[in-house]
């Protein structure tokens, strides 16, 4: 039996992070593109509209992804079909075959319309640091509000220009720094990792209340699991954090994860100076 050829480095999710993405990776991959997804790139990052004469069409192609867009805010990614999708525009499934000819390229388009753009940069600009953690939140908020980005499974799909913007931002703050090229594609991917790692309690209450489950009621049965460790002797050392009074006003999940961003930050600072110190001693 053939073995199943694996997909490019490059080819990969975003969310997915199996494998570092090096440059010599991305290159291959770009010489060698998979002819299914060289198609499936160019719909997303190419105009979709359909070359025909005569007066414009009563459909256009952001009707369609912003129509499966609803679906999935409401009722998860999974309930985006072609029908579904069809049905809510009110055109016959046909009629988005000519914009779209699976639901694979739908869901391309609905991803990185969904993802949406970074902030914008202030005026005057804010320092590194400070435009970093303004990233960083902006994407957890994203995350948040379209809790059906995180169904997403780890298999090859292009990526859009929406997602190329996000780490764009990213790379133009850390570039400010005078750091190398190299150095600014691993700060993005510790930024990046830490953003979706630590928005993942975030993620699963926002798509529990999606379904209807109270806050109150999640926090219950994440509290519940949680207190398992209590008396088990597999799990010591998490006993006594959760058994522990905490001293002070106990922190939101968004302090924490302020908390965690900014000791981040305070070692990529650390890194930073390091560097620019070994420069000037150059």
Same mark, same amino acid.
């Given at each position: 039996? $053939? ?28 010489? %060698? $593109?998979?002819?299914?997804?060289? =198609? ?5 990052? !190419? @105009? ?8 414009? *069409? ?9 129509? #499966? ?5 409401? @009722? ?7 029908? #579904? ?5 009110? /055109? ?18 609905? +991803?990185? *319309? ?26 957890? =908020? ?8 995180? !169904?997403?499974? /780890? ?5 859009? $220009? ?18 190398? $090229? ?24 926002? %798509?529990? @209340?999606?379904?209807?489950?109270? #806050?109150? !009621?999640?926090?219950? &049965?994440? &509290? ?6 209590? &008396? ?22 968004? !302090?924490? /994860? ?8 305070? &070692? +990529? ?12 001693? %150059?």
């Amino acid at each position: 039996m $053939p073995r199943k050829k694996s997909p490019p480095a490059a080819a990969t999710r975003a969310g997915s992070d199996r494998r570092v993405l090096r440059h010599d990776d991305v290159m291959a991959a770009a010489a %060698r $593109p998979d002819p299914e997804l060289q =198609r499936r790139s160019q719909l997303l990052w !190419e @105009e979709r509209a359909p070359a025909t004469r005569g007066p414009k *069409a009563a459909l256009a192609p952001d009707d369609v992804v912003q129509a #499966a867009i609803a679906i999935a805010d409401a @009722e998860g990614l999974g309930a985006v079909t072609m029908h #579904a999708v069809a049905a809510r525009v009110g /055109f016959t499934t046909m009629a988005l075959y000519r914009y779209f000819p699976n639901k694979e390229t739908l869901l391309d388009a609905v +991803i990185d *319309a969904g993802t949406g753009r970074p902030p914008a940069f202030r005026s005057p600009r804010d320092d590194w640091r400070s435009e970093v953690a303004r990233w960083s939140h902006a994407k957890r =908020r994203m995350l948040c509000a379209r809790p059906w980005l995180a !169904e997403l499974p /780890f298999v090859a799909a292009p990526h859009g $220009p929406n997602w190329l913007l996000w780490l764009e931002a990213l790379a133009n703050s850390f570039t400010r720094t005078g750091l190398e $090229p190299a150095d600014v594609g691993q700060m993005i991917s510790v930024i990046d990792g830490y953003t979706r790692g630590a928005s993942d309690t975030a993620v699963s209450l926002a %798509r529990a @209340e999606a379904r209807g489950v109270s #806050a109150a !009621e999640w926090a219950a &049965g994440v &509290g519940a699991d949680l207190g398992r460790a209590i &008396g088990d002797p597999r799990f010591p050392c998490f006993a006594a954090i959760i058994t522990t009074p905490a001293s002070g006003t106990p922190k939101s999940l968004e !302090e924490s /994860f302020d908390f965690g961003l900014q000791r981040v930050l305070d &070692g +990529i600072g650390l890194y930073i100076a390091e560097v620019t110190a070994a420069g000037t001693a %150059r």
